[in-house]
């Protein structure tokens, strides 16, 4: 048996961001940043704001700073769109039994039992 068909398009379209937007802040307390006297590091999403008054666990640091997120920063545009298209799909079922009709039972039978003996 043959098999065929051809999936249907609703145009092209692409994807995008839309309205998410995910924010929110972190504080780094005093440390260094590979070797230099910068306190912190913000790339991406993340933005690196004004040094503050950081309270950690144990004192209160100058050198802290305060970072901001913002998830719209890091990713903007669209996916690729490749139009309207569609796809088309064919193949063949396997041919078996030559028009003739297919035996589907069990090639074997079991018969179990038991009997009484007196």
Same mark, same amino acid.
Request: net charge positive.
């Given at each position: 048996? %043959?098999?065929s068909?051809?999936?249907?398009?609703?145009?092209?379209?692409?994807?995008?961001?839309?309205?998410?937007? #995910?924010?929110?802040e972190?504080?780094? *307390?005093?440390?260094?940043? %590979? *070797?230099?006297t910068?306190?912190?590091?913000? /790339?991406?999403?993340f933005?690196? !704001?004004?040094?503050?008054?950081?309270t950690?666990?144990?004192e209160?640091?100058?050198?802290?700073c305060?970072?901001?997120f913002?998830?719209s920063k890091t990713?903007s545009?669209a996916t690729?769109n490749?139009g /309207?298209?569609?796809?088309?799909?064919?193949?063949?079922?396997?041919?078996?039994?030559?028009?003739? /009709?297919?035996?589907?039972?069990n /090639?074997y #039978?079991?018969? !179990?039992?038991?009997?009484r #003996?007196?």
């Amino acid at each position: 048996m %043959k098999f065929s068909g051809t999936t249907s398009s609703n145009g092209g379209h692409t994807h995008n961001r839309g309205t998410m937007n #995910i924010t929110g802040e972190f504080a780094n *307390n005093g440390e260094a940043w %590979k *070797n230099t006297t910068t306190s912190g590091h913000a /790339a991406g999403a993340f933005t690196r !704001m004004t040094t503050r008054n950081v309270t950690s666990h144990t004192e209160t640091s100058n050198g802290g700073c305060y970072y901001s997120f913002d998830a719209s920063k890091t990713w903007s545009g669209a996916t690729s769109n490749n139009g /309207a298209h569609t796809h088309t799909y064919s193949g063949n079922t396997e041919n078996l039994g030559s028009g003739t /009709a297919l035996a589907v039972t069990n /090639a074997y #039978i079991m018969l !179990m039992g038991w009997y009484r #003996i007196s």
